[in-house]
């Protein structure tokens, strides 16, 4: 993995302001893979990519996390202070599963972000359909014809979610929360891929306001900025504001 530089995460940042989330973190990755094909990129079970992001965003932001939920039950609202070690689990594989349930059999892989972008303007239940529908790589009825996967029962359906979630933890990562006022215990879902978005968002902004400053006080192109260490940019700007 190669960290992108400030310039390259900018162009990022403002070439994915109108892309879905599944787009916007394909591109960081392939900033930080060159050496990997967007369909490759894409193919990579989401608990997999979750954990590169996790990477990625250590080298960028560090390890700590915070957090922000609001309690179901009352309102209050409260802040995680977590590590990216808290949101870890362990990668899954990428071999595909298999689940059989009342005669019914299924071969099938983890879903990624190529599955993610296909469903994107689908409704709850069809994009569930069709989601399931790339997954499925063959089905098989109690009489071993082949079954598409629309025709295939509840109970094989919900066995292949129960497996898929099971195979794959870090897809979902969900936070086990008391609140501090009431105590209710809820779990709040941890998106990387939003978090990420959020934290750069907040990055490209803070870094072009430094830009506008420096380039105001000092007369420096946006690439002259860019290329200075984070260090000096921040004395740099005190100077100017001094």
Not at 112 to 130: K, V, Y
Not at 146 to 158: K, N, R, S
Not at 197 to 205: F, N, P, T
């Amino acid at each position: 993995m190669r960290v992108p530089q400030a310039s390259e995460l900018l162009d990022i940042w403002e070439l994915a302001q109108r892309l879905p989330s599944p787009a916007r973190m394909l591109n960081l990755l392939a900033a930080a893979f060159p050496e990997r094909s967007a369909s490759e990129l894409g193919a990579l079970p989401l608990g997999r990519r979750n954990g590169v992001l996790l990477d990625l965003r250590e080298r960028l932001f560090g390890t700590a996390l915070a957090v922000v939920t609001r309690c179901p039950a009352c309102g209050t609202d409260l802040e995680l202070a977590l590590s990216t070690a808290d949101v870890r689990a362990e990668p899954p594989d990428t071999a595909p599963l298999r689940a059989e349930a009342g005669g019914y059999r299924a071969r099938f892989r983890l879903p990624g972000s190529n599955d993610l972008l296909a469903i994107m303007t689908e409704r709850p239940q069809a994009a569930a359909q069709r989601l399931l529908a790339r997954c499925v790589l063959e089905s098989q009825g109690p009489d071993g014809q082949a079954v598409p996967p629309d025709a295939l029962p509840a109970t094989l359906v919900a066995a292949i979610d129960a497996q898929m979630a099971a195979a794959d933890p870090q897809a979902e990562i969900r936070l086990e929360t008391a609140c501090l006022s009431c105590a209710h215990v809820w779990h709040p879902l941890f998106d990387i891929a939003d978090y990420l978005w959020q934290e750069l968002h907040a990055w490209a902004k803070d870094v072009l306001r430094s830009v506008h400053a420096l380039a105001r006080a000092y007369g420096w192109r946006e690439a002259e900025v860019l290329a200075l260490s984070p260090t000096r940019r921040s004395i740099y700007l005190q100077l100017a504001r001094a």
